[in-house]
């Protein structure tokens, strides 16, 4: 195989030259060997509005820790962390694309989010209430057969949202697929609250940690 065939592999790396030490060996997979053009031209584009909100995140990730302290402790839970980083940009208007699953979850953040001073845009996932038929999909495809059944609409919600002129978007609970959509339609930058776990009450790298998911590491014949 070509040096210039070896795809990025950082998952597999035991040493993470990257975080530790930029000068010491890195392994053949490593992009800052083969991907390194690729990486200096990325690197142009911090600059202007998109400088300025990687430094507020940058900044926000050091906020999440207690400082001075010799051990890494972290002090803040998300929907703090995404209240401060929407201070540091000076972000007042915010908008929640969240799952009909999540409404009690949505009501309470859209709650505390009011009470700090922001305004909130919230748009649920089975806007416009279009049956599923309705996007070629056959009653066999419905959840529940034989029945009215609204389908996802996360084009629908950026759309929603970008009409409201949101400063920062954030998803909570969209469907897999559906969130893509959302964040390729969205004109605001977004970030996610929770991502979508039916089986692991929303917290899926729970899959990682238990033994019980070993069966997901068996290979596909």
Known sequence: MREEEIKPACAKCSKNPCYSDPEAKKPKFCPMINKKEVIEEAMKEYKGE??????????????????????????????????????KMEYKRLGIAFCIGLKEETSMLTKILENNGFDVVSVCCKCGAFDKEYIGLKDEDKIKPGRHESM????????????????????????????????KYSEAPTTVLAAKDRLLGHNPIAALYSHYYSRLLKKKN
């Open 152 to 183: 996802c609409n996360p084009i629908s919600q950026a759309a929603i949202l970008n009409d409201e002129k949101t400063a920062f978007n954030i998803v909570l609970g969209l469907c897999v697929g559906h969130d893509s959509l959302f964040f």
């Open 50 to 87: 998109i400088l300025n909100f990687y430094q507020a995140s940058a900044r926000q990730e050091r906020d999440g820790y207690l400082r001075p302290s010799e051990v890494i402790h972290p002090i803040k839970c998300r929907v703090e962390e995404i209240m401060e980083f929407a201070e």
